[in-house]
């Protein structure tokens, strides 16, 4: 069969079964966020059954998870380029299910630790192959609405680890919370791996093209000398850090600065994701689905605005000693922080050939967890055992180490900001060539 016929085929395909495939992803990607996140909610009932401080709570429910997260997304990105990648997802599915389990069943703060590897190493399998597939059912016009719909899982993710984890824990204790979460797991990784038909990878590249497949040293030479996307990276790395690393903390900070219980911390941040993240991602495809912003650099200068406009609120929220004005501005931040998914991995997509494109998001789950899995929660807890030490009011050091974070959006938007510009300006270039050629052949 030629080239042509595949890519023919294949298109076909991706417009029969895309909006199934993107349906079953996005709900893989909404148990991936709630049995990464959920133990956010579950900090201080984990903190004081083992008795731990906020260092060493921070190090065994995000760092744990971080340490084979964020080292296996690398070579994992790789085999996303090499393997059938509906079975890549439902086999990582499957076994960060089944650790998700044995957290709410550990006995020891040792375990729980060890148990959260698993978690690690399973999730650390769903991000490449999700995102690779997905650009190989969505021509390049299309991914940044696909890619936003399928983030959409983040906030129902989310939501089901806020406010489903807090009600469970409040009613039954937070084993419970673990237990129910990972038996969600199972039955969708067989729906994933006999729910649709693999599809050819570069479905939507050049026609007749042969995918080639591209070490890891190529791709990251590929990243070191296309600017935008190399801003585009560093950006979503920076902004993960700054949005996920807040709302890791934020029960925490209701619970300490508020006084807040479990399950009224987790309920209330469980409506602002469900609700406002879901919101706010529907607006984003809708956004990007209009001819205006299907534009690369129109996606990265969207990112730009609302990251810079939000860091304000998040400033706010952490700062105020009222209740109610924190509220209003964590509905107004929190899902904020879902609007970058979409575009950045669709922006990701259209700057990487089709044998990169694995390797990329892989590195892409590398950064950005390292900086929200392992930096966030780390640091965050290790500059707040230190203020506490020091401080006559021990409770609020959480807070001023919050407001500081905040403060880094600031930064997460001006990368954005100028792989906007590098985008426009290649644009311009390449409109330059082609009038240039154009020109050349009139008679």
Not at 93 to 117: E, N, P, Q, Y
Not at 232 to 247: A, E, H, N
Not at 286 to 305: I, P
Request: proline share 4%.
């Amino acid at each position: 069969m030629s080239n042509e016929t595949n890519y023919q085929e294949t298109r076909k395909e991706g417009g029969a079964t895309k909006w199934w495939v993107l349906l079953l992803l996005t709900m893989v990607y909404a148990v991936n966020i709630a049995d990464r996140y959920v133990v956010s909610t579950l900090i201080e009932p984990i903190k004081h059954e083992f008795r731990l401080s906020d260092g060493e709570v921070g190090f065994i429910t995000g760092t744990a998870v971080a340490l084979f997260y964020v080292t296996l997304s690398l070579p994992l990105g790789i085999l996303a380029d090499r393997v059938n990648r509906k079975r890549m997802i439902g086999i990582a599915l499957a076994v960060w299910s089944g650790f998700t389990m044995l957290c709410g069943a550990s006995s020891s703060a040792l375990t729980f630790f060890i148990s959260r590897l698993g978690v690690g190493i399973g999730e650390a399998g769903c991000m490449p192959p999700a995102v690779s597939l997905l650009a190989d059912k969505f021509r390049p016009t299309l991914r940044g609405t696909a890619m936003s719909l399928f983030s959409v899982g983040a906030a129902i993710g989310a939501l089901m680890g806020s406010a489903g984890g807090g009600w469970i824990a409040e009613h039954y204790g937070w084993r419970a919370v673990l237990l129910a979460f990972g038996a969600i797991g199972f039955p969708l990784a067989v729906i994933v791996m006999l729910g649709f038909k693999e599809p050819r990878r570069g479905a939507f590249d050049q026609a007749g093209s042969e995918v080639v497949r591209s070490t890891f040293r190529e791709t990251l030479n590929h990243i070191r000398h296309c600017k935008p996307l190399l801003h585009v990276i560093t950006g979503t790395t920076v902004l993960t850090f700054w949005g996920w690393g807040l709302v890791w903390w934020t029960p925490s900070f209701l619970a300490r600065s508020f006084h807040m219980t479990v399950g009224g911390a987790g309920e209330s941040l469980g409506a602002i994701h469900g609700v406002g993240g879901v919101i706010a991602m529907l607006c984003t495809a809708y956004v990007l689905s209009r001819s205006f912003a299907r534009a690369d650099f129109s996606q990265a200068r969207l990112v730009a605005l609302i990251t810079a406009f939000a860091t304000v609120p998040s400033f706010v929220a952490y700062a105020s000693s009222s209740l109610t004005l924190t509220h209003v501005m964590l509905w107004i931040f929190i899902p904020t922080i879902y609007v970058y998914i979409g575009p950045s991995a669709s922006m990701a997509q259209n700057l990487t050939p089709a044998a990169m494109r694995g390797q990329v998001v892989g590195i892409i789950v590398f950064a950005t967890n390292v900086a929200n899995l392992v930096i966030a929660p780390q640091v965050v807890g290790f500059l707040s055992d230190i203020i506490a030490s020091r401080s006559a009011n021990p409770a609020e050091s959480l807070r001023y180490v919050l407001m500081g974070v905040s403060l880094t959006g600031l930064w997460a938007a001006w990368h954005f900001h100028v792989a906007a510009r590098y985008m426009r300006k290649e644009q311009a270039d390449a409109v330059g060539v082609r009038t240039t050629l154009l020109s050349a052949h009139r008679p």
